[in-house]
């Protein structure tokens, strides 16, 4: 389909085209000055540059077919964009060969012209080529020293690369900011609404804001879905209709949501990548075979590292053993003496607390619900219930605090699995300016410091597609530097030749991490399928070159 990759891909295949006729086109002038006509000039200019320009544009479709077969999103993605160079590649190198020598012996004038524009240009280039020439024989003179300046540019590359911030995409302005919101573990339906009540207030002195949201209870959005979470946000003024970004934005959401009482929010983006998968960006995944208490430990050691180390806004656990728990414990041979069976008790204890329906009854043709149950009022907290009865053998009605005793712990909202192993994710929204590569490093470099000897270390969401998609490139870059050699090497019948071709693809990469090392912009997925575009683009120059 034609979108905007499509697009840029015709935009830089248009580039590619021209390129392959330029240099026929200028072989062939040359012959023609030097007094060939213009069809002997066509026939030998483009017999000269018939071996380079297909080698070219061999290994230009050797690098972008490639990218286009990929799997996972880098594939979906940027297939278009592939095929399309691809096939413009193929096209440029066919027309370069075939349409413009033709052209060029029936256009181009038997010999040039020469006046004055056309002379001060052959003035200036040929200068040129004697600066260039001069300049050639001393770094040639000097063989040691361009050596070791390769070396050291070799070297930076990888200082380089280690030292940009990283992330998935670039963070655009999608008009919508999300607010993830959690309670404490005792909060009930009634409450949370009190609480979120004042995030809506909030976010109408939001100037940017246009609409509001809000989900109360179970949402499956943040690292705990229970029904003491809630899902809101703001819906943002057309671009035309606000000064600030939607990242700007985000900040002050934050500002606004830190001071309701109640509740611990954190606001943040929307993925900028389809499929990223639910939650917030940053999810880092704690695995092991111990025990959940003991893994929880590390999580909450973790936990604290990340707020002290001021590179989130917000962080937080899925697994929290902060729920309270009563167990009646029943005294049986109290019960035994006053005629109880434990079968009567546990089914007086359903129907005053389970809250299940025993039938149904009809009223002007409507079925309703039948559901025995005690008035909530008395059913607040467990100590209500030693005040409930119970029938005895004898008929008599008995307080239930006579037969059991509670036995208050604290007990996980629910235990999580990881790559069938027990784990704790760590969910936490970066700060501003800080990206999800440089946040997912720390908590690596810091859970390889707290953890114990087997535990290990995974990703959820948004940030296990940046290192899925991370890898997958990294992969192809060097896969595409492997074919083009082997490529070039049946080509050109020696494995010595496309070493010198491709010497220069990674000074060139150096020259491109320059300017990322600088802060023009992050290493990403763009950023990456452009950097394996450059070893098409640069391979061309060493081709030319030592052809």
Known sequence: SINLLTLLAMVLAIGLVVDDAIIV???????????????????????????????????????????????????????????????????SGVVALTLSPMMCSKMLPPRAEGGRLAGFLDRQF????????????????????????????LVSIYFMFVSTPAELAPTEDQGIVLVYSAAAANTSPEQLPRYTAALVRGYQTIPE????????????SGPASTSNTALSGIVLKPWSERKRTQMEVTGAVQAVVSGVAGLQSAAFNLPPMPGAGEGLPVQFVLGSTREPLEIYGTGRELLAAAYASGLFVYADLDVKFDRPEATVRIDREKAASLGINMQQLGEELSVMLGGNYTNRFSIQGRSYKVIPQVDRAHR?????????P???????????????????????????????????????????????????????????????????????????????????LIVAFFFAVVVIYLVL???????????????????????????????????????????????????????????
């Open 489 to 547: 090497a049946a080509q050109f019948e020696s494995f010595r030749d496309p070493l010198i071709m491709l010497v220069s693809v990674p000074m060139s990469i150096a020259g491109a991490l320059v300017f990322l090392t600088l802060g023009a912009a992050t290493i990403n997925i763009y950023t990456q399928v452009g950097l394996v575009t450059l070893i098409g683009l640069i391979s061309k120059h060493g081709i030319l070159i030592v052809e």
């Open 126 to 153: 040929e200068a040129l080529r004697e600066r260039y020439s001069r300049l050639l024989h001393r770094c040639l003179e000097i063989v040691p020293v361009m050596l070791m300046f390769s070396g050291l540019v």
């Open 390 to 472: 119970v029938r005895t053998a004898s008929n008599q009605l008995v307080p239930l605090s006579a037969l059991v005793t509670l036995e208050k712990s604290v007990q996980p909202q629910e235990l999580k699995r990881f790559q069938q192993q027990n784990s704790v994710t760590l969910s936490a929204v970066p700060a501003p300016g800080v990206t999800l590569g440089a946040a997912l490093n720390y908590l690596r470099e810091t859970a390889a410091r707290l953890a114990p000897e087997g535990y290990q270390f995974d990703y959820a969401g948004p940030a296990r597609q940046y290192i899925q998609e991370g890898s997958s």
């Open 380 to 388: 607040l907290n467990p100590e209500q219930l030693g005040s409930f």
């Open 25 to 91: 086109v200028e072989n062939i002038q040359r012959h023609i000055e030097e007094g060939m006509s213009r069809l002997d000039a066509a026939m030998v200019g483009a017999r000269e540059l018939a071996l380079p320009v297909i080698a070219m544009t061999v290994t230009l479709f050797a690098v972008y077919a490639p990218i286009g077969l990929a799997g996972g999103l880098t594939g979906s993605l940027f297939r278009e964009f592939a095929f399309t160079l691809a096939g413009a590649v193929l096209v």
């Open 209 to 220: 804001a246009e609409e509001s949201f809000l989900f109360n209870g179970s949402i499956g």
